[in-house]
């Protein structure tokens, strides 16, 4: 079963708007991670938050993390145009040993300009 | 230069053939995987390999077949191709086999007729 998923499966929003992305996963986890994925490219790494806090900051991202409600969110201030792009979370699993990334369904976001 | 690259980018072939999918990364990293991305976006991971040695190895059809001449290079070759094997393959890199930051390829689309 899928370990993330994300809400709402699409948004779009007026540049210059925040967007708000979220993330909801079953099990414990040691980090969550977010990535940017571009229509026919790769994912793109964007930031990492440990279970053990609850908020961090990159630039005009701002992402949360409630282990009790086994949920995350990511906020972009300020969109832009070059934010359209689907966006996933993914969560690694505790003591797995070797450890295993599982990604939600991801999140498709539309800017428009 | 680019970081992870896989080859070939689109790869368009008849049903019962066999055919190979290429990486290669330049950072370094100790891990590499595959991923298999279908058409809801949904993204799963199939292998992984630390230092040429297998890892993990998800409920994958014994059709495919990963192959790691180093712990640079992360080959997939897939017998008897079947229509549901259509799908995106990513790979990917990691510093190491926690998973923290995948850099990942741009990705080969893959289309079986």
């Known amino acids: 079963s899928q370990q993330g998923e994300e809400d709402p499966q699409a948004l779009s929003i007026q540049e210059g708007e925040n967007a708000t992305m979220n993330c909801s996963y079953k099990?414990?986890?040691?980090?969550l991670q977010w990535y940017r994925q571009n229509s026919g490219r790769g994912l793109v790494h964007l930031i990492l938050?440990?279970?053990?806090?609850r908020e961090k900051h990159s630039g005009r991202l701002r992402v949360t993390l409630d282990t009790s409600k086994k949920s995350s969110s990511l906020l972009i201030t300020a969109s832009r145009a070059a934010d359209t792009a689907s966006y996933f979370c993914?969560?690694?699993?505790?003591?797995?040993?070797?450890?295993?990334?599982?990604f939600g369904t991801g999140t498709r976001l539309t800017i428009i300009p | 230069d680019t970081a992870v690259s896989q080859t070939p980018k689109y790869l368009v072939t008849q049903m019962g053939n066999d055919k190979s999918i290429k990486c290669e990364q330049n950072?370094?990293?100790?891990?590499m995987y595959w991923y298999k991305q279908d058409s809801k976006k949904f993204l799963k991971i199939m292998f992984s390999?630390?230092?040429?040695?297998?890892?993990i190895n998800e409920t994958v059809p014994n059709r495919f077949s990963p192959k790691s001449p180093d712990k640079a290079h992360l080959n997939l070759h897939i017998n008897s191709l079947e229509l549901g094997d259509s799908a995106v393959y990513f790979c990917?890199?990691?510093?190491?086999?926690?998973?923290?930051?995948?850099?990942f390829g741009s990705g080969t689309q893959l289309s079986v007729l």
């Open positions: 990917a890199s990691s510093w190491d086999r926690h998973g923290e930051k995948l850099f």
């Open positions: 099990t414990s986890i040691n980090n």
């Open positions: 938050i440990r279970s053990n806090e």
């Open positions: 993914a969560t690694d699993r505790r003591n797995f040993g070797n450890e295993k990334l599982t």
């Open positions: 950072l370094g990293h100790d891990t």
């Open positions: 390999y630390n230092n040429k040695e297998l890892i």
